[in-house]
């Protein structure tokens, strides 16, 4: 018995001890995306998004952008890489065969995406100028050089490898292009088989399609670093009907030597796709995390007035966007496609915090301000913890002729009579304010005496009874009995009493409304939205109201100078064209109160 229950001892040891270890692994690959001076990307072909989210979390965690290949989304269904990850930020490109009028008739397929952890957002840029939906990228800008980094995915040479050549003369003009401001990166699908040629890790023959490849890589002095004796992992990236190399990660023999990892990732029982996922570490001078907390404090713009505003935060807006307007030849008559309006939004949104900033003064909020403080009890306050520090400084003396124990005193008794006087006038304003409400606005006079009312626990849950008499005390049956209740109270039991007339006359407008709702009688939007129209309702904005979730205030907008307001017309004017509701606006902040 004594022998038996050691062995058993001996085997939850060792559980625990491999326990320990798989969780040490995990936490070792999860820190090492996101440590300073190293950049983890990887690369997967998931055979469309909607049953491979799973798995690219998985890879998301430890990674920190990721190159995405066969999404299989529509055009409008792009947002859905943002709800990935709350971590990270998304830059897709649909394909180009998947027009509006085929959807949910055929679907979804190919298509590129990138992904990029939040914490690089400062170093980020998203390029979206490419028209190209088989290549999506972002500038890394580092210290030293700049990083372009590009999502592939090439046509396989099985349909036709004239397409294939045509694409990668494409690429190539985007490779030659990105190379004069830096060094280039391209992972993903390629559909190219390098065989022996490619490297040691090479085998079998080199398919048409990579011969291609390999003279490309040639021609811009690029290295498939998969192909290199440090790569580890399977020998394939892609099995269906057999095994091939077609996954690859080239990189600018410059910074060949910059790689100091690189893995083709075994396959798992949650990945779904063909693909074999390829992860490649790089050590690069620069690449810092930033962690954006919420700011303890806000913008005072009430402590200053409109003619310092204007000379001061909208000359700063102007000068920035006036550049970004030369440098993205952004005119009224210029087609922005969808990527670019939530380039530009986010960009200018960027413009105008960097600018408010600078020139704004700032305050925190203090939870203990009472509603009635003023400048005058905040000077009183100023002048006792003078005269107190004082007091202490020279022993704290209580004897009735020491004068800085008198000052004390007396700078005590003037704040406590003054705040005393406030209160009460504070008091006697609010009540007047109650009463006259009572008699011109009902709904205002409640809002006040329940304000003044002690709040109650939201979450005490009050017990009801039911149509049988029986008292429910759980949530889920209280919750049933009045959806029960409300479903009767909208579909009243036919009645001799029921209006059956105006119920027609109502479903009858609003079938008139629906069919109406098609027809093009409304020109309102024919006209483009002009500057001097968004100029005009900018001013308008009220001030001191509170800003969305990106701390976007009306103050921002409404100062924000002639460059924004023309930034802010071509943007409605794309919206209107494209039918498209940016990224930006689908999204909201909730404060618990």
Same mark, same amino acid.
């Given at each position: 018995?004594?022998?038996?229950?050691?062995?058993?001892?001996?085997?939850?040891?060792?559980?625990?001890?491999?326990?320990?270890?798989?969780?040490?692994?995990?936490?070792?690959?999860?820190?090492?995306?996101?440590?300073?001076?190293?950049?983890?990307?990887?690369?997967?072909?998931?055979?469309?998004?909607?049953?491979?989210?799973?798995?690219?979390?998985?890879?998301?965690?430890?990674?920190?952008?990721?190159?995405?290949?066969?999404?299989?989304?529509?055009?409008?269904?792009?947002?859905?890489?943002?709800?990935?990850?709350?971590?990270?930020?998304?830059?897709?490109?649909?394909?180009?065969?998947?027009?509006?009028?085929?959807?949910?008739?055929?679907?979804?397929?190919?298509?590129?995406?990138?992904?990029?952890?939040?914490?690089? /957002?400062?170093?980020?840029?998203?390029?979206?100028?490419?028209?190209?939906?088989?290549?999506?990228?972002?500038?890394?800008?580092?210290?030293?050089?700049?990083?372009?980094?590009?999502?592939?995915? !090439?046509?396989?040479?099985?349909?036709?490898?004239? @397409?294939?050549?045509?694409?990668?003369?494409?690429?190539?003009?985007?490779?030659?292009?990105?190379?004069?401001?830096?060094?280039?990166?391209?992972?993903?699908?390629?559909?190219?088989?390098?065989?022996?040629?490619?490297?040691?890790?090479?085998?079998?023959?080199?398919?048409?399609?990579?011969?291609?490849?390999?003279?490309?890589?040639?021609?811009?002095?690029?290295?498939?670093?998969?192909? @290199?004796?440090? *790569?580890?992992?399977?020998?394939?990236?892609?099995?269906?009907?057999?095994?091939?190399?077609?996954?690859?990660?080239?990189?600018?023999?410059?910074?060949?030597?910059?790689? *100091?990892?690189?893995?083709?990732?075994? &396959?798992?029982?949650?990945?779904?796709?063909?693909?074999?996922?390829?992860?490649?570490? !790089?050590?690069?001078?620069?690449?810092?995390?930033?962690?954006?907390?919420?700011?303890?404090?806000?913008?005072?713009?009430?402590?200053?007035?409109?003619?310092?505003?204007?000379?001061?935060?909208?000359?700063?807006?102007?000068?920035?966007?006036?550049?970004?307007?030369?440098?993205?030849?952004?005119?009224?008559?210029?087609?922005?496609?969808?990527?670019?309006?939530?380039?530009?939004?986010?960009?200018?949104?960027?413009?105008?915090?960097?600018? /408010?900033?600078?020139?704004?003064?700032?305050?925190?909020?203090?939870?203990?301000?009472?509603?009635?403080? &003023?400048?005058?009890?905040?000077?009183?306050?100023?002048?006792?913890?003078?005269?107190?520090?004082?007091?202490? $400084?020279?022993?704290?003396?209580? /004897?009735?002729?020491?004068?800085?124990?008198?000052?004390?005193?007396?700078?005590?008794?003037?704040?406590?009579?003054?705040?005393?006087?406030?209160?009460?006038?504070?008091?006697?304003?609010?009540?007047?304010?109650?009463?006259?409400?009572?008699?011109?606005?009902?709904?205002?006079?409640?809002?006040?005496?329940?304000?003044?009312?002690?709040?109650?626990?939201?979450?005490?849950?009050?017990?009801?009874?039911?149509? /049988?008499?029986?008292?429910?005390?759980?949530?889920?049956?209280?919750?049933?009995?009045?959806?029960?209740?409300?479903?009767?109270?909208?579909?009243?039991?036919?009645?001799?009493?029921? &209006?059956?007339?105006? $119920?027609?006359?109502?479903?009858?407008?609003?079938?008139?409304?629906?069919?109406?709702?098609?027809? @093009?009688?409304?020109?309102?939007?024919?006209?483009?939205?002009?500057?001097?129209?968004?100029?005009?309702?900018?001013?308008?904005?009220?001030?001191?109201?509170?800003?969305?979730? &990106?701390?976007?205030?009306?103050?921002?907008?409404?100062?924000?100078?002639?460059?924004?307001?023309?930034?802010?017309?071509?943007?409605?004017?794309?919206?209107?064209?494209?039918?498209?509701?940016?990224?930006?606006?689908?999204?909201?902040?909730?404060?618990?109160?």
């Amino acid at each position: 018995m004594a022998g038996s229950k050691n062995v058993r001892f001996i085997c939850i040891s060792q559980q625990l001890w491999l326990i320990l270890v798989l969780l040490c692994i995990g936490y070792v690959q999860t820190q090492m995306a996101g440590s300073k001076d190293r950049l983890v990307i990887t690369a997967w072909n998931v055979q469309g998004l909607s049953a491979s989210v799973p798995y690219l979390k998985r890879i998301m965690q430890s990674s920190d952008i990721v190159a995405v290949s066969e999404h299989c989304l529509y055009e409008n269904n792009l947002w859905e890489l943002n709800e990935i990850e709350e971590s990270f930020l998304a830059l897709g490109r649909a394909s180009f065969d998947l027009t509006p009028d085929k959807y949910g008739y055929t679907p979804g397929h190919a298509g590129t995406a990138i992904l990029w952890r939040k914490t690089l /957002s400062e170093t980020v840029i998203p390029l979206v100028n490419f028209g190209n939906d088989r290549v999506c990228g972002v500038k890394l800008v580092l210290p030293e050089n700049n990083i372009f980094i590009f999502s592939v995915y !090439l046509p396989p040479c099985a349909s036709n490898l004239a @397409d294939f050549d045509e694409e990668l003369d494409k690429l190539e003009e985007i490779v030659v292009r990105s190379s004069m401001e830096g060094h280039v990166i391209l992972i993903g699908d390629w559909n190219a088989h390098l065989g022996k040629n490619g490297g040691p890790r090479g085998w079998g023959n080199t398919t048409k399609s990579g011969r291609l490849l390999l003279e490309f890589m040639a021609r811009n002095s690029l290295i498939a670093t998969d192909m @290199d004796d440090m *790569c580890t992992g399977p020998l394939h990236t892609f099995q269906w009907q057999g095994s091939s190399q077609i996954d690859h990660c080239l990189v600018s023999r410059a910074i060949a030597n910059n790689v *100091c990892n690189c893995e083709v990732i075994d &396959d798992e029982l949650i990945n779904t796709s063909y693909h074999l996922p390829l992860r490649v570490t !790089l050590k690069l001078e620069g690449v810092t995390h930033k962690v954006k907390s919420t700011p303890s404090w806000r913008l005072a713009w009430h402590k200053v007035d409109q003619s310092y505003i204007c000379n001061n935060y909208t000359p700063e807006v102007d000068k920035n966007l006036d550049s970004f307007l030369s440098c993205q030849s952004l005119n009224e008559n210029r087609l922005l496609n969808n990527d670019e309006i939530d380039y530009i939004i986010n960009y200018s949104a960027a413009v105008l915090h960097n600018a /408010s900033e600078k020139t704004i003064p700032k305050t925190k909020f203090s939870k203990g301000l009472k509603s009635y403080w &003023d400048p005058e009890l905040t000077q009183l306050v100023k002048r006792k913890n003078a005269v107190f520090k004082a007091w202490k $400084k020279a022993g704290k003396p209580r /004897s009735n002729d020491n004068s800085l124990w008198l000052q004390y005193k007396q700078a005590k008794r003037e704040f406590r009579c003054a705040q005393r006087r406030h209160e009460y006038m504070h008091e006697m304003n609010e009540q007047e304010r109650i009463v006259q409400s009572q008699e011109i606005d009902q709904r205002y006079f409640w809002k006040l005496v329940n304000k003044s009312r002690k709040v109650q626990n939201v979450s005490d849950i009050h017990p009801i009874v039911n149509d /049988s008499g029986q008292v429910l005390h759980e949530q889920a049956e209280i919750c049933s009995e009045w959806y029960s209740y409300f479903s009767n109270l909208a579909s009243p039991d036919s009645s001799e009493e029921y &209006d059956y007339d105006f $119920k027609n006359t109502v479903e009858y407008e609003l079938t008139d409304i629906h069919l109406n709702s098609y027809s @093009d009688h409304d020109k309102i939007l024919d006209e483009p939205i002009t500057h001097d129209e968004v100029q005009n309702a900018c001013m308008k904005l009220k001030s001191n109201k509170a800003g969305g979730w &990106d701390n976007i205030s009306h103050e921002h907008v409404k100062y924000g100078g002639s460059n924004l307001h023309l930034i802010m017309s071509i943007i409605f004017n794309a919206i209107v064209r494209n039918e498209y509701i940016p990224t930006n606006c689908g999204y909201s902040s909730f404060q618990r109160r």
